[in-house]
């Protein structure tokens, strides 16, 4: 699925008149969220703000299955970087929503804006829309590596050691982060569903070969950190900018 993952140029600014809208929108919904807590209860339903817990993340859905489902996507991306002992420190917001921005490209199925530290994942009714993903059928277990991803964009960019890292740089640790967290069995289907060897070394994953297919790419730079002597060693090196990074 081409553009399965977008991470491009922040959406243009809102138009002025809905700006004002927009933000008491906002204030009262975090003023919903503080009173529900007051009261005890966690907040869910159309455009509340879902607190993870236990991770600095919040999600704005209108289903509170899906706000659970993108915190346990999120939980694993933290897991993943803490295995590495590296923390997520900044909180990261997550909304859910019925389709992507037009300016994000209408066919992902997530995105992180970097500039404003925002996660996007559509809905689940809307994703499973697709039938698959990864071409395997999609469940709420895949679901929840969709958050994986675009919640491992948001965690790397903390620890990136280079000002600008290489689109192949970013994707290598999302997708090897969504891997190793996803559920065995699913993994197991996925990489059944793109046969392949994995990249040899570093010079094959450029951003011209992850454009030309980002699924593939994402299988096979999977399985590249699978081999011996990769791992997390070539991870560090990634986020350190001594491999993918600009020539
Ligand atoms: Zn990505």
Known sequence: MGGAWIERAPPRPMRRNRAFPHLLAVAAA????VLLLIAGRQPSGAGEPYDCRAARVVVVSASRADAIDACAGARAAI????????ESRRPI?????????ES??????GAFI???RRVMVLSYE???ANGTWFRIRIDRRLYRSVATHEVAHAIASEHFRVAV?????KEYIAYVATFSTMDESQRSQVLAAFPGEGFDDACRMSTTIYLFDP??????????????????????????GTVLAEP
């Open 104 to 109: 994000l490209g209408a066919s992902g199925a």
């Open 165 to 169: 890292p290489t689109i192949e740089a």
């Open 114 to 116: 970097e500039s404003e």
């Open 126 to 128: 809307r994703f499973k």
């Open 79 to 86: 897991g993943f970087f803490r295995s590495l002992g590296l």
């Open 93 to 101: 917001s997550i909304e859910v929503l019925a389709r992507m921005p």
């Open 215 to 240: 699924m593939r790419f994402g299988v096979e730079a999977y399985r590249h950190y699978l081999k011996p002597g990769n791992g997390n060693p070539f991870l560090r090196a990634v986020l350190a």
């Open 30 to 33: 975090c003023l919903a969220a």
